[in-house]
């Protein structure tokens, strides 16, 4: 088996697919308990990795604003909108 390529050079999708991966691995129940620890701890660190990519994806994204006057302007978009 090939060592599992490092975390932190996954793209997003990657790193989805490889958790979904060790989801449904988990579920079925059938590895051994330290490869269900080992693929868990992974599954934790794939999830911060995701979250992480998501807040930086978030951070790029602007709210285009036209004002009254036909003035087009950026802001930041509300993360709670």
């Not at 999708?13 to 308990?33: D, F, K, W």
């Not at 990795?49 to 994806?57: D, G, M, P, V, Y």
């Amino acid at each position: 088996m090939s060592e599992p390529q490092a975390i932190e050079k996954l793209s997003f999708e990657n790193a989805l697919v490889e958790l979904e991966g060790i989801v449904r691995s988990l579920e079925t129940g059938e590895a051994t308990l330290e490869n269900s620890i080992d693929a868990y701890e992974r599954g934790i660190k794939l999830k911060n990795h995701c979250e992480s990519k998501l807040r930086e994806a978030q951070a790029k994204i602007e709210k285009i604003s036209i004002s009254q006057d036909g003035t087009i302007s950026t802001q930041p978009l509300d993360s709670e909108n």
